[in-house]
């Protein structure tokens, strides 16, 4: 395809589930009427949500999932290997995701209390890039297929994606939404990366900081003020624990 | 100025023969805090009850109406080395009830910069244009300090300006248009009953100010405290959301991106209002970031806000309605920056 | 009773319906309107800068674009973004614009894969300019570092259109390694031809080097400056044009004889977005170019 | 097409393409015989019922959401509906109908991702929908639109087609204003004439001709068509409370599954569109019955790849359903979303009817309000003992007809994707 006189390389493309929901994966397929303009932009060649055909050979692979098992490894290996581009595809990807919430536990009590005796390999739960490096980390749970078909059309035109920095309060605010925090909900919105159009605060829910933390965030003004507002310690690590999006960081409690 | 009076029974039929053929847009309410109490939104109207015309504020103001917080200034159809590039400037008219004294005076100052100096904004000219504006009076509340900042009274930018003196409305008429509608429906001459009562309630509105501002000297301090210790102790509780900025009557700043749509045959170019207090408001190409640190940015919103509004136009940006103080999450308000810095000073 | 509020249509204004000028600055006008400019040529200067000819495309716009050395353009890949670029060729030039590109982010690198033939979108010309005419009947020093020349060349191809108008003038041109120095091609012609003194140094040689080497201040060793009688135009980083006009300043040269290019990033060029503002200053408009004390007296300039 | 000798058959499929998580299917057949069958569940698990315990109630219904990325608003729904029949909230009658809204577009968007892309492909002989859209881009259009009024509907009723937010413990977030529930009225009527010509599609395809007596599990309705909550019914004459959901499942474990199975009164039974609809066909909306008669479907259909055709019937019910809450909810002038409650100790469960079966969420809660124990049972770890017994027997009969192996293989895979099988999901 040509772009005002540049030729635009078509890409292959391969989309890979590990642990996770398919969600993601489900948003890709979602959004139907633009499906037959993103196939004309790029070939998927191994997709298996939603096809069976394996032809292999791609330049970009979009990998959902955390990565649990020592075969997942092995697999997630053989990806970054193959692809010239590796995309971390969601919270669970990008973050470990609600999935984290299982390393509260040892995992032998979690296999214990959902199998009993059965014998269940797994281990423990790690971020794509705890175990290849990621080009890419597209955010959210689920991703915004809006984001998403703009992500691949960065990726076409060869051009560095550059997400959000600043954090959901903007697009919040855009969007004239009266504040969840006034009303009384725990919100995450400050310390989130923006870019999903503040999805959550439009429907009268708080933000859960599925994205990851915007660039610089201010933790301690937040805690601070979350404290102000009455939210129990237990309530905010509740929160900021849920999809692992602010582990590292020394300011905000942690879900024991 | 001309003034007229109307009824309440008469501005009821005057707001419903408006909404007959025209989009109106009033304060609705819209939700309910934490304590119960309404929070107010300026929505189109489809019917007259559900204007709130006791409303206290709204928590956005009603600047989206003139600068939306995304537009697309042009766009494209792309061929393989060509294009071909559509502007439209289209606006239908439509009519805002309710809008108080420092919103309309936020507009003016925005006329100032979008119609009156170089490059005139053809967009927020032709939404200017296009837009009958129905001001009204109303008590200051608890926080408001537009009166600091020279914002409570209005004598330009709106079509009508309304002030509630019991059964009717005391009218002041700001155009044409605006002549034409209290004529049409039912406008009476101002008797010495009227002119009475309008006095006392511009009276009683002027001693019912709470918060005041001193902002006499603020222009010359953000000079003199450039490297006060006030910035970083504001700047260490900011986060940076720009949340200020979106409700704010008269932050402007914005930018522009251009993005094409799937099949590469049609692109939009399109402004998003910014604030100058997100982290990448000032980077450049190759990541060089002029303003890095959040008290920084801070320090160039009032910066810009107080003194080179001022030193451009003989005003302050401000128009005193404390949104961004109400939004802040972090509590940073104009009166508490501003108080900090003056005693700062006298320390 | 209704009332039908008629629709007050601005398109149908006569001054929408004309050729945008960008130069009535006061004009309500298309101001997202682009003139579409073919590229004549493209030339790698480096590997990081090329240079661009571009013709705009429509003859009443090519003829209604007029520009003064210092001023900048918005040029744009539609879909893709906008971006300032200053002038780099001759503003008496009315066939073609010429700019220069660094490859530096999203909208730099999709221009740089352009070839001739291709297409582009200009707005401007925007800014401030050097006064050029005011330097009139005195030296004239051209100072600049890095990339500095770009915007610094369409003052020398000034100078050589209006020769006789000045006394002395001198190029002084600094780069990190030789490779970087750009234009080199025309440094012969603007000695001989254009009768210009020109010295350049790097800070890194290579074997090829046989010039001096250092910071450009130290090419003030080679020039005679008579403080009372030149004007100066600094172009290049902040940190560069502080030294050189301290330099200068140290040499009497009065601040308001000296001007320098500011770079910020903007998003309208008209003066709207505020990118570029610093309190009441905005560098699209009240810029890019200032004379030094005005840039003393900006907040963060450098 | 039939051939005389009885060649080996050895079927590996790794990974079974075109549903949601990871299977394998393995067949092995020597001297017609039947050595080896399985379907092997290999998602890996994440231990939810893990991962529940500690979180407060409020977090509860966003990560059974997680669950499943297809089916999260029906995870949603139990999760919440769970804790409040624990704390014995009564929710407002605006409530339960977005939620009812918000789970009929779900199923509509599941069961047309489902037939369109997952299915279709196999009845027209291609790996995937890709190449389905240059040639036939009027069936892509039928899907199309379909998809797009359920995710418009989603986002109005659910917040989001994915992991939805608006369901919080007593209610909803919100109610739908008149403006969004006039313009998705619109959409639908606009929708409806699609849905027909999916009808017109579907109705003269061949699906394979295979039959299976077994026990059908669902909600049991009382002469309507019950998705959220009421009595659990078996087709063998099964009739238990919600409370007594263990009853119904009786999971236990397999050694080549990382998801339990469950089976009632035989060795197996199936939940999802073919149970519901083998079980309540009285309560379809008389359009969608309307349709099934078109369809030459009776109410009790015993060929699994029927399970297809019933999911069509549904997207009639659900849209016409849909069609009347939207409008009762325009003229209600109610405005209650959510109803105020008290944290307790507590036990709750709650049954709903997902778009592939009978789906159930426990929850035991502690006097703070934090979930001690939880327990999912998922519907497609109802239905692998009935696709492990349904291919054992298809397996049987095709290599009994002498068919060829690439043919057994696909129809084992057809069969496997006609239970439009949530994997990860069930190993959850």
Known sequence: ?256 | MLYKTITKENFRRMIEGLMEDNDVFGPKWRDRDKNGDKVYRFLKLNDFDELQMDYTRTYSSPKNFFIPFKETLSTYDLAETEWDQQIRYTVHPRVIVGMRACDINALRKLDEVMVKSAFPNPYYFARRRNTVIIGLDHEPLEDCFCRSVNADVVFKGFDLFLTDIGAKYFVAIGSDTGYRIVDRFGGEEVSEADQDAFKSMKKRIESKFKTQVDVTIVPELMDLEFESEVWERWGDKCMSCGSCAMVCPTCYCYGVEEDVDLSFTHAAKQRFLYSCNLIDFAMVAGDHNFRPEPHIRLKYRYYHQFRGFVEAFNQSLCVGCNRCGVACLAGISPKAVIDDLNETEQR | ?302 | MKVAVNQPVQIEVEHIARVEGHGNIKIRVEDGQLIECSWEVVETPRFFEKMFQGLSIEAAPLLAARVCGICSISHALASVRAIERGLGVEIPAMAKSVRLLAKHAETLQSHALHLFFLVAPDLLGVGSVIPLMKTHPELIEIATRIKRYANEASDLFAGRTSHPMVFKIGGTTQRPRKSQLLSLREDLAETAPYLWDALEAFKDINLPDFERETEYVSLGGNGDYPFIGGDLVSSDGVRKSEDEYRAMTNEYMVDHSTSKFAKLSRASFAVGALSRFNNNFEGLHPIAKEVAQELGLQSRIDNPYFHNLAQLVECFHVLYESKELIDELIDSPDYEVATAYEIRACEGVSAIEAPRGILYHYYQINKQGLIERADCVIPTGQNHANIQHDLEALVTQMTAEGREESEISLSAQMLVRAYDPCISCSVH
């Not at chain 1, 984290?100 to 995992?107: A, D, Q, S, T, V």
């Not at chain 3, 010309?125 to 005011?134: A, C, K, L, N, Q």
């Open chain 1, 1 to 256: 395809m040509k772009y005002l006189g540049i030729e635009l390389p078509k890409p292959k493309v391969a989309v890979f589930g590990f642990t996770g929901c398919e969600g993601c994966q489900l948003q890709l397929a979602n959004n139907e009427q633009n499906l037959k303009d993103l196939f004309e932009l790029v070939e998927v060649v191994d997709f298996r949500l939603i096809s069976s055909d394996k032809l292999g050979g791609y330049d970009i692979a979009f990998v959902e999932g955390s990565i649990t098992t020592d075969s997942d490894v092995e697999a997630l290996k053989a990806i970054r290997a193959q692809a010239k581009l590796l995309v971390a595809t969601g919270a669970c990807a990008c973050l470990g995701g609600v999935n984290n919430l299982r390393e509260r536990f040892p995992l032998p009590d979690a296999v214990a209390e959902v199998y009993g005796e059965h014998k269940i390999e797994s281990g423990q739960v790690r971020r794509v890039a705890d175990v290849v490096p990621a080009d890419i980390e597209l955010p959210g749970c689920p991703i915004s297929k809006l984001e998403f078909e703009w992500l691949v059309r960065q990726l076409v035109m060869g051009v560095e994606p550059q997400f959000p920095r600043y954090p959901v309060c903007v697009e919040c605010k855009q969007r004239i939404n009266t504040c969840v925090m006034d009303m009384g909900i725990l919100c995450l919105g400050p310390i989130t990366r923006a870019g999903c159009n503040a999805v959550c605060p439009r429907n009268r829910a708080g933000c859960w900081g599925c994205r990851g933390p915007s660039e610089e965030a201010n933790y301690e003004s937040l805690v601070e003020i979350l404290r102000e507002h009455g939210f129990s310690e237990a309530h905010i690590a509740e929160r900021v624990s849920f999809f692992n999006a602010f582990s590292g960081n020394q300011v905000l409690p942690v879900l024991e």
């Open chain 3, 1 to 302: 009773m209704t009332l039908k509020i008629p629709r007050y249509d601005i398109n149908r204004e006569p001054f929408m319906t004309q050729t945008p000028d960008f130069n009535r600055k006061s004009q309500l006008l298309q101001t997202e309107r682009t003139y579409k400019a073919r590229i004549n040529a493209a030339i790698q200067l480096t590997p990081e800068e090329k240079l661009f000819q571009i013709q705009i495309l429509d003859p009443k716009e090519r003829a209604q674009f007029s520009c003064l050395p210092g001023q900048f353009v918005m040029v744009e890949l539609p879909g893709c973004g906008e971006i300032a670029i200053s002038i780099s060729g001759s503003c008496s030039n009315h066939e073609f614009i010429e700019i220069c590109i660094r490859k530096v982010g999203k909208v730099t690198g999709m221009i740089h894969r352009l070839e001739a033939g291709a297409m582009v979108g200009i707005r401007g010309p925007f800014g401030t300019h050097f006064p050029m005419r005011e330097m009139n009947g005195s030296n004239v020093l051209l100072i600049a570092g890095g990339l500095g020349i770009v915007p610094l060349r369409s003052s020398i191809y000034w100078v050589n259109e209006h020769r006789p108008d000045y006394k002395d003038v001198t190029i002084l041109y600094g780069a990190r390694t030789p490779k970087l120095l750009l234009f080199d091609y025309q440094y012969e012609e603007w000695r001989k031809v254009f009768n210009l003194t020109m010295h350049t140094i790097v800070e890194e040689p290579d074997e090829n080097w046989t010039g001096p080497v250092g910071l450009i201040t130290q090419l003030f060793d080679q020039v005679p400056i008579d403080p009372d009688d030149t004007f100066a135009i600094v172009c290049g980083p902040p940190v560069m044009f502080k030294f050189v006009c301290d330099h200068l300043s140290a040499l009497g040269l009065p601040m308001q004889r000296m001007f320098v290019s500011l770079e910020r990033r903007m998003h309208c060029g008209m003066g709207k977005c505020c990118r570029c503002n610093v309190g009441s200053t905005f560098t699209c408009l009240d810029g890019p170019v200032f004379d030094y004390w005005s840039v003393m007296n900006l907040q963060e300039a450098i």
